[in-house]
């Protein structure tokens, strides 16, 4: 199963529930699979006290509890009743997410709905028909990529349950997919994915950094910090294949050149990261994503969660720290018009590749400071 996954962390958000697009078939399978696991919730409270209510699964759902009531409480993200009720799915994700770019271009198509404004992604419950759709957009020529979520965001339409497939996650992912989650509620603007997705990704890399220190977990703190150190390294390597196809892209090469040269910058990252992996004395690795297609449509369905996320941190670091006025400035930027809204995020000081730390020392001593 592919998915746009970074290790520990990184997931998909889809808004399949709100995207009513006017082809009936498509509203069908939305509106039936929205009403599936809103029918299908229990009470989290409920399942912790009956006894018949496996170990591990009360394990979980306490750790789901202990992580939200951290994001309403030290993150100031909306407390509004998501994620006190629990749904076993049945199957590994909730959703799909189809994404679609030129053979020749690395934007992303988008697609619009009412409530959620365009996406750069089209969402499905069922997998069959999104990679049915995803075959129809490749035989017109189109790259594509289809990927599992983990979880979506109806953006505080509904209250929003705790699925079994975050439950299934890792400690340090679960807790880091509800902050990213809930800060979809916090703040969201029509139109604009790659805005959304990589201010969901800052509040959750700077809650996941908080969450972890607030517990005395020094080790997970240094894994989770490592982590993102390699992950910038990594996102640094497609930045440059970006760049490289870009320019490919908007020369005058003709078409069966520029496949050829696409395929050659492409075999150039994977070298290029085997390289990299080359020297990393342990996980987390990208192996996964680097295994898969590498096309137009996944370069861009990565780029959509990381293009703002160190610019949006000097926000952040410009309030203190202070997360509530952080929401507020970002809230102020986008009421801007698109334009605008981009002027200003090329007018602030453009950030280094380093994160919310540095890591951790050699041997596992103690983390950095944070920037």
Known sequence: MDRLAWPARFFITGIAALQ?????????????????????????????????????????????????????EALALPDNGSYRQYVELGREFPVWNVFAAPEFALELQTWCFPVAGCTAYRGYFDEARARAFAAGLAARGEDVFVAGASAYSTLGFFRDPLLSSVVALPDASLAGLLFHELAHQQFYVSGDTVFNESFATLVEQEGMVRWLTARGDAAGLCR?????????????????????????????????????????????????????????QGPPYFDGWFAGTINNARLGAVAAYDRHVGTLRVILESEGGDLPAFYRRVARLGRLPPADRAEVLREIRQPSLRGPGDGCAPGGGAPAAAN
């Open 20 to 72: 009513a697009a006017c082809h009936p078939l498509y509203l069908a399978q939305a509106t039936a699979g929205q009403i599936a696991i809103l029918n299908a919730r229990q009470p989290v409270a409920r399942l912790e006290a009956d006894p018949a209510t496996p170990a591990w699964l009360r394990a979980r759902l306490a750790l789901a509890g202990e992580a939200l009531a951290f994001a309403h």
């Open 224 to 280: 989770y910090l490592d982590g993102l150190a390699r992950e910038r390294e990594v996102h640094a390597l497609l930045d440059e294949a970006r760049q490289r196809l870009r320019a490919l892209y908007a020369s005058a090469a003709g078409e069966e050149q520029q496949r050829a040269a696409k395929a050659a910058a492409i075999a150039q990252l994977r070298q290029r990261y085997a390289s990299l992996r080359a020297g990393w």
